[in-house]
């Protein structure tokens, strides 16, 4: 009787680590669920307006996204984690926001960010050099970055609320 509960528990543990550990750390940060109450400070804390552009760069089950588009701004979602695009794609249509929130199964490294006006951020500190130069060059003067956690190693921030903070590309 053991022995089929410890073969479930090691293929299901088997697929965790491959999903949501070892397959995004060589791209990015592993998945951690933002809070109801951080998301929303997301959301308030980069100031997005209807009709703006925001893309989510590592977007998870896409509740920053959607918080986004409940905001009205046109939201992205960038997530390699197969499964977790699905789920997102999930939430957004329970949501009923399929028309303002959309998630792309691709890198963010492989984005052209430059036609968004916000991004939103929670990733490892040991990309945020790239990551700084990567917005430096695509978004346009006075898009906003709002990050969770890990900051620019260079950028001045306009602002830190908590653990989240917030730059405006010069």
Known sequence: MIAPILTIASILAGFILVFYVFFPLGRGAVY??????KTLLLVKLSRVVPGERAADLGSGDGRVVIALAQSG???HGFEVNPVLVLIAKRNIRRAGMQHMAFIHWKSFWRADLSRFDVLTV??????????EAKVRKELAPGA???SDYWGFPTMEP???HDTVVCYRIP
């Open 73 to 75: 701004a046109e939201a």
């Open 158 to 160: 306009e602002g830190l």
């Open 32 to 37: 951690v669920a933002s809070t109801p109450e």
């Open 122 to 131: 929670f990733q490892g500190s040991f990309i945020m050099k790239r990551l």
């Open 144 to 146: 906003r970055v709002v």
